[in-house]
C-alpha cells in the first residue's frame, strides 16, 4: 500500500504522529499512527489498499466522554452530542463509511460496532450503502458490567458489530469455540472428538455470532483509561478471522489503540487515526509499551517505533 501522500500534509489538517517499521513481516509498509479528522485523513488515502477496517464511532449517545484524569479536571476525550435527531449523525457517520469502503480491498471487510442508539438505522444505512448481498453477520457483544439496576427496562448489556464484506471473495478464516456439553460429561459420540477443562467436557465447534467477553474492568490489565476502550480479545477474533497475516488492519476512530495493539501483535500491518489528542496520545504510548515489551522478549522485536514526525 502506497502512503506517501501522508508526509504531504502542508496545510496541516492531519498529522502523521507515528511512523512505525515492523520487523519479522516482510514486505512490511511502515504502519502509521495519524491525528486528524478521519475523513480528510481517508480522503488521502488510495483506493483499495486495505485488508480490514474496524470502525468504532461515537455511538449517537449523547454523552460526552473526559480522559483518565478526574472527572471535570479531565479534557474532553470526545463527543458524541449530536441533539435530538439522528439525522445528523448519520449523514457524518455514511460519508465517513462511503470513503472506508472505498479504501478496502476486493477481499476486505468492513466491521462497524455500534449499539441500541442508532444500530437499527446504521443497518438501514450499510444495507443502502452497499447494498443487502454485502451484509455478512451481526455479531452480539454481550457483557457484564456495573451501574444501577434500571427500573424501567432490561439491563442493557450488549453492543453490535455490523460486518460487510467488500465482494464475494472476502477473505475469512473461521475459528473454533469451546462448546460445554450438557452436564458436564462426556457423550462419547462416534466420530466426535472430545476435550476436558476445569469446567468439563467439550467440543469444538464453529464460533458463533455471539460473543461473551468482558469489558475492559477498573482492574484490567489492558486498561488505558481511555473511555470505551474495547477489549483485546474482541478485535483478536476480527482480525485473526478477516485479515490475512501480514495484511492492512484500520481503525479510523482509534481510541486508545486497542486496534493497532492486536494487529501488531497478531503480524499485522495498521493505520491508526483519531481526532482527539488524548486518544492519540494513549495509542502512541501504549504501541511504545508494546514495542519495549516484545524487544525485551525476542532477540528480534516484533515491531520498533523508528521515527516521530510533527
Ligand atoms: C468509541 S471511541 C473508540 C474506542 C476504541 N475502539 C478503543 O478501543 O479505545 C470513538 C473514537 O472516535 C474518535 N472520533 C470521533 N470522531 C472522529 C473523527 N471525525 N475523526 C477521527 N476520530 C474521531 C473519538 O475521538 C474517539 O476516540
Redesign the pocket.
Known sequence: MKMGCFGHSRNRLFQVVEICGMEGVSGSSPNRLIL????TVMRALPDAGIDLIYA????GSGRTYRGRARPGAAPP??ADDWGPDLADYLAWLSV?CREMWRLLAPTGSLFV?CDHHAGHYIKVELDRLFGRAAFINEIVWCYKSGGASPRRHFSRKHDLILMYARGPGYFFQPQKEKSYNRGGKPYRFKGVEEFQDERGWYTLVAMKDYWEIDMVGRTSGERTG?P???PERLLERIIAGCCPPGGVVA?????????PAVAARLGRRWVA????PV?VAITRERLLQLGRAAAGKAATPEFTLEQVSG
Open positions: 486528524g479528522d478521519n475523513l468504532d464511532p461515537p455511538f476525550a470526545f465517513r460496532h481511555y470505551t476502550q474495547k481503525d479510523f476512530f482509534c481510541g486508545s489503540g486497542t486496534t487515526c483519531d481526532e482527539s486518544a
